[in-house]
Protein backbone atom coordinates (compact mmCIF):
# COMPACT_ATOMS: atom_id res chain seq x y z
CA UNK A 1 0.00 0.00 0.00
CA UNK A 2 1.05 3.52 -0.92
CA UNK A 3 0.66 6.40 1.26
CA UNK A 4 -2.80 7.64 1.01
CA UNK A 5 -5.27 10.03 2.06
CA UNK A 6 -8.90 8.66 3.71
CA UNK A 7 -11.91 9.68 5.26
CA UNK A 8 -11.44 7.74 8.66
CA UNK A 9 -7.68 6.75 9.74
CA UNK A 10 -8.21 4.33 12.89
CA UNK A 11 -5.36 3.52 15.18
CA UNK A 12 -5.80 0.22 16.74
CA UNK A 13 -7.30 -2.47 15.51
CA UNK A 14 -9.09 -4.03 18.21
CA UNK A 15 -12.74 -4.13 19.07
CA UNK A 16 -13.75 -0.35 19.37
CA UNK A 17 -10.98 0.09 16.09
CA UNK A 18 -12.19 -2.80 13.80
CA UNK A 19 -15.99 -1.98 14.74
CA UNK A 20 -15.72 1.82 13.27
CA UNK A 21 -13.83 0.62 10.62
CA UNK A 22 -16.02 -2.17 9.54
CA UNK A 23 -19.26 0.16 9.99
CA UNK A 24 -17.26 3.22 8.65
CA UNK A 25 -16.41 1.46 5.55
CA UNK A 26 -20.62 -0.02 4.98
CA UNK A 27 -21.35 3.95 4.98
CA UNK A 28 -19.32 4.68 1.92
CA UNK A 29 -16.54 6.03 4.05
CA UNK A 30 -12.89 5.28 2.77
CA UNK A 31 -10.78 3.79 5.58
CA UNK A 32 -7.32 2.80 7.07
CA UNK A 33 -6.60 0.45 10.05
CA UNK A 34 -2.72 1.41 11.47
CA UNK A 35 -2.59 -2.16 13.61
CA UNK A 36 1.29 -2.70 15.03
CA UNK A 37 0.13 -6.59 16.10
CA UNK A 38 -2.86 -8.37 15.10
CA UNK A 39 -6.48 -7.06 14.27
CA UNK A 40 -8.81 -8.14 17.05
CA UNK A 41 -6.54 -6.65 19.87
CA UNK A 42 -6.23 -7.97 23.14
CA UNK A 43 -10.08 -9.14 23.48
CA UNK A 44 -9.60 -11.63 20.76
CA UNK A 45 -5.67 -12.50 21.17
CA UNK A 46 -4.90 -11.72 24.92
CA UNK A 47 -8.06 -11.41 26.73
CA UNK A 48 -11.78 -12.13 26.15
CA UNK A 49 -11.77 -15.04 23.90
CA UNK A 50 -8.69 -17.21 25.06
CA UNK A 51 -10.04 -17.05 28.63
CA UNK A 52 -13.47 -17.90 28.12
CA UNK A 53 -11.56 -20.99 26.15
CA UNK A 54 -9.55 -21.74 29.54
CA UNK A 55 -12.95 -21.50 31.71
CA UNK A 56 -14.84 -23.81 29.59
CA UNK A 57 -11.93 -26.51 29.75
CA UNK A 58 -12.38 -25.60 33.44
CA UNK A 59 -16.41 -26.02 33.55
CA UNK A 60 -16.09 -29.23 31.25
CA UNK A 61 -13.38 -31.03 33.52
CA UNK A 62 -15.51 -29.88 36.64
CA UNK A 63 -18.42 -32.00 35.25
CA UNK A 64 -16.84 -34.85 34.47
CA UNK A 65 -15.46 -34.74 38.57
CA UNK A 66 -19.03 -34.27 39.60
CA UNK A 67 -20.19 -37.18 36.90
CA UNK A 68 -21.40 -39.45 40.59
CA UNK A 69 -23.70 -36.58 40.92
CA UNK A 70 -25.89 -37.59 37.76
CA UNK A 71 -25.57 -41.11 38.40
CA UNK A 72 -22.82 -42.11 36.00
CA UNK A 73 -19.47 -43.32 36.81
CA UNK A 74 -15.94 -42.08 35.10
CA UNK A 75 -12.02 -42.68 36.20
CA UNK A 76 -10.47 -39.87 38.00
CA UNK A 77 -10.03 -37.15 34.87
CA UNK A 78 -6.71 -36.12 33.74
CA UNK A 79 -5.76 -33.22 31.69
CA UNK A 80 -2.54 -32.05 29.94
CA UNK A 81 -2.63 -28.17 30.06
CA UNK A 82 -0.26 -27.47 27.43
CA UNK A 83 -3.04 -29.15 25.30
CA UNK A 84 -5.44 -26.90 26.95
CA UNK A 85 -3.54 -24.50 26.13
CA UNK A 86 -3.37 -25.36 22.56
CA UNK A 87 -7.55 -26.29 22.65
CA UNK A 88 -8.23 -22.29 23.87
CA UNK A 89 -6.20 -21.56 20.87
CA UNK A 90 -7.79 -23.26 18.14
CA UNK A 91 -11.30 -20.26 18.04
CA UNK A 92 -8.66 -17.46 17.92
CA UNK A 93 -7.57 -18.65 14.58
CA UNK A 94 -10.41 -19.46 13.03
CA UNK A 95 -12.16 -15.42 14.57
CA UNK A 96 -8.69 -14.06 13.56
CA UNK A 97 -9.00 -15.39 10.04
CA UNK A 98 -12.78 -14.30 9.46
CA UNK A 99 -11.86 -10.70 10.88
CA UNK A 100 -9.18 -10.47 8.57
CA UNK A 101 -11.28 -11.82 5.44
CA UNK A 102 -14.70 -9.19 6.46
CA UNK A 103 -11.87 -6.17 6.66
CA UNK A 104 -10.33 -7.21 2.93
CA UNK A 105 -14.10 -7.53 1.76
CA UNK A 106 -14.50 -4.22 2.73
CA UNK A 107 -12.01 -2.88 1.07
CA UNK A 108 -10.33 -1.26 4.14
CA UNK A 109 -6.76 -0.65 3.96
CA UNK A 110 -4.82 -2.51 6.96
CA UNK A 111 -1.23 -0.98 7.85
CA UNK A 112 0.86 -3.54 9.76
CA UNK A 113 2.78 -0.68 12.05
CA UNK A 114 3.67 0.46 14.64
CA UNK A 115 1.51 4.13 14.41
CA UNK A 116 2.44 7.48 16.20
CA UNK A 117 1.07 10.68 15.63
CA UNK A 118 2.61 12.85 13.06
CA UNK A 119 1.26 16.37 11.42
CA UNK A 120 -2.28 16.43 12.73
CA UNK A 121 -4.58 14.05 10.89
CA UNK A 122 -1.47 11.86 9.69
CA UNK A 123 -0.60 8.70 11.22
CA UNK A 124 3.51 7.44 10.92
CA UNK A 125 3.04 3.79 10.11
CA UNK A 126 6.37 2.84 9.63
CA UNK A 127 7.93 4.65 6.45
CA UNK A 128 4.30 5.70 5.31
CA UNK A 129 2.20 8.49 6.25
CA UNK A 130 -1.32 7.72 6.70
CA UNK A 131 -3.60 10.64 6.41
CA UNK A 132 -7.34 10.87 7.21
CA UNK A 133 -10.41 13.56 7.35
CA UNK A 134 -11.40 12.30 10.28
CA UNK A 135 -9.22 9.92 12.99
CA UNK A 136 -10.10 7.16 15.37
CA UNK A 137 -8.19 6.42 18.40
CA UNK A 138 -8.33 3.33 19.72
CA UNK A 139 -5.57 2.24 21.00
CA UNK A 140 -6.45 0.23 24.10
CA UNK A 141 -4.97 -0.82 26.93
CA UNK A 142 -2.31 -3.11 28.67
CA UNK A 143 -2.15 -5.29 32.13
CA UNK A 144 -0.49 -3.07 34.68
CA UNK A 145 1.24 -3.80 38.20
CA UNK A 146 2.67 -1.46 40.54
CA UNK A 147 6.25 -1.01 42.20
CA UNK A 148 7.34 -4.37 43.52
CA UNK A 149 4.68 -6.23 41.34
CA UNK A 150 6.82 -6.22 38.46
CA UNK A 151 6.33 -9.21 35.94
CA UNK A 152 8.93 -11.20 34.72
CA UNK A 153 7.03 -13.63 32.85
CA UNK A 154 7.93 -16.66 34.90
CA UNK A 155 7.10 -16.28 38.46
CA UNK A 156 5.56 -12.82 38.78
CA UNK A 157 2.96 -12.77 35.69
CA UNK A 158 0.23 -10.96 33.95
CA UNK A 159 -2.90 -12.20 32.37
CA UNK A 160 -0.77 -12.16 29.13
CA UNK A 161 1.40 -14.86 30.22
CA UNK A 162 -0.96 -16.77 31.65
CA UNK A 163 -2.54 -17.40 28.34
CA UNK A 164 0.67 -18.68 27.05
CA UNK A 165 2.35 -21.10 29.92
CA UNK A 166 2.14 -24.83 28.92
CA UNK A 167 2.64 -25.84 32.51
CA UNK A 168 0.74 -24.65 35.55
CA UNK A 169 2.42 -23.85 39.15
CA UNK A 170 1.25 -26.03 42.30
CA UNK A 171 0.00 -22.79 44.16
CA UNK A 172 -0.44 -18.81 43.37
CA UNK A 173 -1.18 -16.02 45.04
CA UNK A 174 -3.34 -13.49 42.60
CA UNK A 175 -3.28 -10.30 43.73
CA UNK A 176 -6.63 -8.10 42.24
CA UNK A 177 -10.05 -9.69 42.78
CA UNK A 178 -11.57 -7.81 39.81
CA UNK A 179 -13.66 -9.82 36.83
CA UNK A 180 -9.78 -10.80 35.45
CA UNK A 181 -8.70 -12.14 38.98
CA UNK A 182 -11.72 -14.64 39.99
CA UNK A 183 -11.78 -15.58 36.68
CA UNK A 184 -8.22 -16.63 36.63
CA UNK A 185 -8.68 -17.88 40.13
CA UNK A 186 -11.44 -19.99 39.46
CA UNK A 187 -10.15 -21.52 36.35
CA UNK A 188 -6.73 -22.15 38.44
CA UNK A 189 -8.68 -24.01 41.30
CA UNK A 190 -10.45 -26.56 38.11
CA UNK A 191 -6.91 -27.48 37.61
CA UNK A 192 -6.16 -28.24 41.17
CA UNK A 193 -4.02 -25.57 42.29
CA UNK A 194 -3.94 -23.96 45.58
CA UNK A 195 -5.02 -20.57 44.79
CA UNK A 196 -5.22 -17.34 47.19
CA UNK A 197 -6.78 -14.20 46.61
CA UNK A 198 -5.47 -10.85 47.49
CA UNK A 199 -8.00 -7.64 47.33
CA UNK A 200 -7.06 -4.07 48.67
CA UNK A 201 -10.48 -2.92 48.23
CA UNK A 202 -13.08 -4.05 50.86
CA UNK A 203 -14.37 -6.88 49.10
CA UNK A 204 -13.94 -8.85 45.87
CA UNK A 205 -15.74 -7.82 42.18
CA UNK A 206 -15.59 -4.75 43.57
CA UNK A 207 -17.85 -2.79 40.91
CA UNK A 208 -20.79 -5.62 41.22
CA UNK A 209 -23.42 -5.40 44.14
CA UNK A 210 -22.45 -6.04 47.66
CA UNK A 211 -24.38 -9.34 48.17
CA UNK A 212 -22.94 -10.88 45.12
CA UNK A 213 -19.65 -10.04 46.12
CA UNK A 214 -20.54 -12.02 49.27
CA UNK A 215 -22.27 -15.16 47.36
CA UNK A 216 -18.89 -15.56 45.53
CA UNK A 217 -16.61 -14.78 48.57
CA UNK A 218 -19.00 -17.52 50.20
CA UNK A 219 -18.78 -20.00 46.79
CA UNK A 220 -14.82 -19.33 46.29
CA UNK A 221 -14.39 -20.61 49.93
CA UNK A 222 -16.38 -23.53 49.63
CA UNK A 223 -14.20 -24.39 46.48
CA UNK A 224 -10.76 -23.99 48.64
CA UNK A 225 -9.77 -20.51 47.11
CA UNK A 226 -8.86 -18.44 50.22
CA UNK A 227 -9.72 -14.81 49.21
CA UNK A 228 -8.82 -12.11 51.70
CA UNK A 229 -10.45 -8.81 50.75
CA UNK A 230 -9.08 -5.28 52.02
CA UNK A 231 -5.56 -6.59 52.00
CA UNK A 232 -3.04 -4.61 50.80
CA UNK A 233 -0.03 -6.76 49.31
CA UNK A 234 3.61 -5.12 50.92
CA UNK A 235 5.96 -7.10 49.29
CA UNK A 236 7.06 -10.20 47.11
CA UNK A 237 10.08 -11.72 48.32
CA UNK A 238 11.68 -13.53 45.44
CA UNK A 239 14.46 -14.60 46.89
CA UNK A 240 13.82 -18.17 47.51
CA UNK A 241 12.25 -21.16 45.32
CA UNK A 242 8.56 -20.11 46.85
CA UNK A 243 7.72 -16.76 46.54
CA UNK A 244 6.64 -15.40 49.82
CA UNK A 245 3.83 -12.58 49.07
CA UNK A 246 3.30 -9.86 52.78
CA UNK A 247 0.30 -8.15 52.72
CA UNK A 248 -1.46 -6.19 55.37
CA UNK A 249 -5.16 -6.45 56.53
CA UNK A 250 -5.93 -3.57 59.09
CA UNK A 251 -3.21 -3.48 61.75
CA UNK A 252 -2.30 -7.26 61.18
CA UNK A 253 0.68 -8.92 58.45
CA UNK A 254 -0.05 -12.20 56.92
CA UNK A 255 1.65 -13.41 54.59
CA UNK A 256 1.49 -16.84 51.85
CA UNK A 257 4.27 -18.83 50.14
CA UNK A 258 3.36 -19.93 46.50
CA UNK A 259 5.21 -20.98 42.87
CA UNK A 260 3.64 -18.06 41.12
CA UNK A 261 2.42 -14.80 41.37
CA UNK A 262 -0.42 -13.59 38.68
CA UNK A 263 -1.01 -9.82 38.89
CA UNK A 264 -4.58 -8.44 37.74
CA UNK A 265 -5.07 -4.87 39.50
CA UNK A 266 -6.65 -3.32 36.06
CA UNK A 267 -5.39 -2.41 32.64
CA UNK A 268 -4.02 0.99 32.00
CA UNK A 269 -4.11 3.17 28.76
CA UNK A 270 -1.65 2.32 26.06
CA UNK A 271 -1.50 5.80 25.28
CA UNK A 272 2.85 6.32 26.27
CA UNK A 273 4.52 7.86 23.70
CA UNK A 274 1.48 8.73 21.11
CA UNK A 275 2.55 12.61 22.20
CA UNK A 276 -1.27 13.47 22.55
CA UNK A 277 -0.09 16.68 23.20
CA UNK A 278 1.24 17.32 20.09
CA UNK A 279 -2.54 17.64 18.73
CA UNK A 280 -4.28 19.09 21.64
CA UNK A 281 -5.63 16.28 22.98
CA UNK A 282 -6.36 16.14 26.76
CA UNK A 283 -5.52 13.08 28.88
CA UNK A 284 -5.71 12.50 32.87
CA UNK A 285 -3.79 9.58 33.95
CA UNK A 286 -3.15 8.55 30.25
CA UNK A 287 -6.34 8.49 29.18
CA UNK A 288 -7.93 10.18 26.73
CA UNK A 289 -10.69 12.84 27.82
CA UNK A 290 -13.81 13.18 25.47
CA UNK A 291 -17.17 14.80 25.26
CA UNK A 292 -20.24 12.21 25.57
CA UNK A 293 -19.44 11.66 21.65
CA UNK A 294 -16.00 10.36 21.95
CA UNK A 295 -14.80 13.33 20.25
CA UNK A 296 -11.06 14.04 21.09
CA UNK A 297 -10.77 17.51 19.25
CA UNK A 298 -11.07 19.01 15.83
CA UNK A 299 -11.70 15.54 13.84
CA UNK A 300 -9.99 13.38 16.14
CA UNK A 301 -12.12 10.75 18.08
CA UNK A 302 -11.27 7.80 20.89
CA UNK A 303 -13.04 4.90 21.43
CA UNK A 304 -12.06 1.87 23.66
CA UNK A 305 -10.57 1.22 26.84
CA UNK A 306 -8.34 4.08 26.75
CA UNK A 307 -11.26 6.35 27.10
CA UNK A 308 -11.30 7.82 30.48
CA UNK A 309 -14.67 7.02 32.23
CA UNK A 310 -15.08 4.11 29.90
CA UNK A 311 -16.20 0.80 31.11
CA UNK A 312 -13.15 -1.53 30.05
CA UNK A 313 -15.13 -3.81 27.62
CA UNK A 314 -14.95 -5.32 24.67
CA UNK A 315 -18.59 -4.73 24.06
CA UNK A 316 -18.31 -1.33 24.93
CA UNK A 317 -15.69 -0.40 22.65
CA UNK A 318 -18.27 -2.12 19.97
CA UNK A 319 -21.06 0.34 20.48
CA UNK A 320 -17.97 3.37 20.75
CA UNK A 321 -16.65 2.30 17.47
CA UNK A 322 -20.34 2.03 15.69
CA UNK A 323 -21.11 5.58 17.18
CA UNK A 324 -18.33 7.23 15.84
CA UNK A 325 -18.65 6.01 12.63
CA UNK A 326 -22.17 6.64 12.20
CA UNK A 327 -21.62 10.21 13.75
CA UNK A 328 -18.66 10.89 11.07
CA UNK A 329 -21.35 9.90 8.22
CA UNK A 330 -23.12 12.09 9.52
CA UNK A 331 -26.07 9.98 11.18
CA UNK A 332 -27.45 11.10 15.22
CA UNK A 333 -26.50 7.60 16.89
CA UNK A 334 -28.54 7.14 20.34
CA UNK A 335 -26.09 7.93 23.21
CA UNK A 336 -24.53 5.09 25.19
CA UNK A 337 -25.80 5.65 28.89
CA UNK A 338 -23.09 3.54 31.38
CA UNK A 339 -25.12 3.25 33.93
CA UNK A 340 -27.83 1.33 32.33
CA UNK A 341 -26.77 -0.02 29.01
CA UNK A 342 -23.69 -1.74 29.90
CA UNK A 343 -24.02 -5.24 30.53
CA UNK A 344 -21.20 -6.73 33.27
CA UNK A 345 -20.48 -10.33 32.55
CA UNK A 346 -18.21 -12.45 35.16
CA UNK A 347 -17.50 -16.08 33.71
CA UNK A 348 -16.09 -17.83 37.04
CA UNK A 349 -17.92 -20.25 38.80
CA UNK A 350 -20.42 -19.61 39.28
CA UNK A 351 -20.96 -16.91 37.24
CA UNK A 352 -22.08 -12.98 37.56
CA UNK A 353 -24.31 -11.29 35.13
CA UNK A 354 -25.43 -7.26 36.41
CA UNK A 355 -27.05 -4.53 34.43
CA UNK A 356 -27.52 -1.04 35.76
CA UNK A 357 -26.95 0.40 39.50
CA UNK A 358 -26.05 -1.52 42.67
CA UNK A 359 -28.39 -1.36 45.52
CA UNK A 360 -25.25 0.94 46.88
CA UNK A 361 -24.73 2.96 44.32
CA UNK A 362 -28.62 4.01 43.88
CA UNK A 363 -28.56 4.82 47.47
CA UNK A 364 -25.89 6.95 46.98
CA UNK A 365 -27.52 8.40 44.51
CA UNK A 366 -30.07 9.81 46.64
CA UNK A 367 -32.83 7.16 44.76
CA UNK A 368 -35.58 5.42 47.12
CA UNK A 369 -35.07 1.97 46.67
CA UNK A 370 -36.82 -1.07 47.00
CA UNK A 371 -34.58 -4.60 46.86
CA UNK A 372 -36.10 -7.89 46.23
CA UNK A 373 -34.17 -11.09 45.67
CA UNK A 374 -34.82 -14.60 44.85
CA UNK A 375 -32.56 -17.54 45.12
CA UNK A 376 -31.90 -20.57 42.89
CA UNK A 377 -32.86 -23.22 44.91
CA UNK A 378 -36.71 -23.08 44.05
CA UNK A 379 -35.57 -22.66 40.29
CA UNK A 380 -36.48 -26.59 38.53
CA UNK A 381 -33.28 -25.77 35.93
CA UNK A 382 -30.50 -25.11 38.47
CA UNK A 383 -31.90 -27.88 40.94
CA UNK A 384 -31.93 -29.99 37.37
CA UNK A 385 -27.81 -29.13 37.52
CA UNK A 386 -27.24 -29.69 40.72
CA UNK A 387 -26.13 -25.62 41.81
CA UNK A 388 -28.82 -24.25 43.21
CA UNK A 389 -26.67 -21.41 44.73
CA UNK A 390 -27.01 -17.73 43.48
CA UNK A 391 -30.09 -15.78 43.05
CA UNK A 392 -31.00 -12.68 41.06
CA UNK A 393 -31.70 -9.04 43.10
CA UNK A 394 -33.65 -6.34 41.65
CA UNK A 395 -33.16 -3.09 42.59
CA UNK A 396 -36.23 -0.96 41.41
CA UNK A 397 -37.58 2.96 42.07
CA UNK A 398 -40.13 2.84 44.87
CA UNK A 399 -42.96 2.10 42.55
CA UNK A 400 -41.12 3.14 40.16
CA UNK A 401 -38.57 1.31 37.29
CA UNK A 402 -35.80 -0.86 37.63
CA UNK A 403 -32.64 0.27 37.94
CA UNK A 404 -30.29 -2.63 38.29
CA UNK A 405 -30.68 -6.14 38.16
CA UNK A 406 -27.69 -8.79 39.59
CA UNK A 407 -27.72 -12.65 39.38
CA UNK A 408 -24.78 -14.96 40.56
CA UNK A 409 -25.49 -18.39 39.45
CA UNK A 410 -25.09 -21.17 36.78
CA UNK A 411 -24.27 -19.91 33.15
CA UNK A 412 -26.11 -16.43 33.96
CA UNK A 413 -24.18 -14.34 31.51
CA UNK A 414 -26.57 -16.14 29.40
CA UNK A 415 -29.49 -13.99 30.98
CA UNK A 416 -28.01 -11.05 30.44
CA UNK A 417 -30.14 -9.51 27.77
CA UNK A 418 -32.99 -10.26 29.13
CA UNK A 419 -31.98 -7.76 31.52
CA UNK A 420 -30.38 -5.41 29.92
CA UNK A 421 -33.91 -5.15 28.18
CA UNK A 422 -35.73 -5.08 31.25
CA UNK A 423 -33.08 -1.97 32.86
CA UNK A 424 -32.55 -0.23 29.21
CA UNK A 425 -35.92 0.12 28.55
CA UNK A 426 -36.33 1.57 32.23
CA UNK A 427 -39.45 -1.64 32.60
CA UNK A 428 -41.36 -1.61 35.76
CA UNK A 429 -41.33 -4.88 38.07
CA UNK A 430 -44.92 -5.11 37.42
CA UNK A 431 -43.88 -5.33 33.40
CA UNK A 432 -41.00 -7.50 33.57
CA UNK A 433 -43.48 -10.35 35.92
CA UNK A 434 -45.82 -9.86 33.30
CA UNK A 435 -43.54 -12.34 31.07
CA UNK A 436 -43.76 -15.92 30.48
CA UNK A 437 -40.37 -17.30 31.38
CA UNK A 438 -40.40 -20.87 29.64
CA UNK A 439 -39.94 -23.87 32.35
CA UNK A 440 -38.03 -25.51 32.91
CA UNK A 441 -35.20 -22.96 32.41
CA UNK A 442 -32.29 -20.40 34.17
CA UNK A 443 -34.33 -17.94 33.25
CA UNK A 444 -37.12 -18.18 35.50
CA UNK A 445 -34.98 -16.75 38.40
CA UNK A 446 -35.78 -13.44 36.80
CA UNK A 447 -39.59 -13.90 36.75
CA UNK A 448 -39.35 -15.12 40.16
CA UNK A 449 -37.64 -11.86 41.56
CA UNK A 450 -39.85 -9.69 39.45
CA UNK A 451 -43.25 -11.51 40.72
CA UNK A 452 -41.55 -11.27 44.50
CA UNK A 453 -41.44 -7.24 43.95
CA UNK A 454 -44.93 -6.68 43.26
CA UNK A 455 -45.86 -9.35 46.09
CA UNK A 456 -46.79 -12.37 43.77
CA UNK A 457 -43.96 -14.77 44.65
CA UNK A 458 -44.78 -18.02 43.16
CA UNK A 459 -41.88 -20.51 44.38
CA UNK A 460 -40.60 -17.52 47.16
Not at 57 to 86: H, M, S
Not at 271 to 292: A, V
Request: hydrophobic residues 40%; glycine residues 12%; proline residues 5%.
Amino acid sequence: MSNGSYDVVVLGGGPGGYAAALRAALLGQKVAIVERDKVGGTCLHRGCIPTKGLLHAAEVLDTIRDAKTYGITVNEPEFDWAAVQKSKSEPIKKLHSGLSSLIKARKIDLVNADGKLGPRGTIKAGDKDVTGRQVILAVGSYARYFPGMEPDGERVITSDHALTRETLPRSIAIIGAGAVGVEFASVYRSFGVDVTVIEALPRIVPLEDADVSKELTASFGKRGIAVHAGAKVQDIDRSKDLLKVTFSKGDKTASVDVEQVLVAVGRGPSTDGLDLDSWGIKSERGYILTDDTYLAGDGVWAVGDAVAMSPQFAHVAFAQGFSVAERIAGGTPVMLDYDRDVPHATYCNPEIASVGLTEEAARERGMDVEVHKHGFTGIAKAQILHQPRGFAKIVAEKGGRIVGLHIIGPRVTELLSEILLAVGWEAYPSELAGLVHPHPTLSEVVGEAALAAIGRPLHG
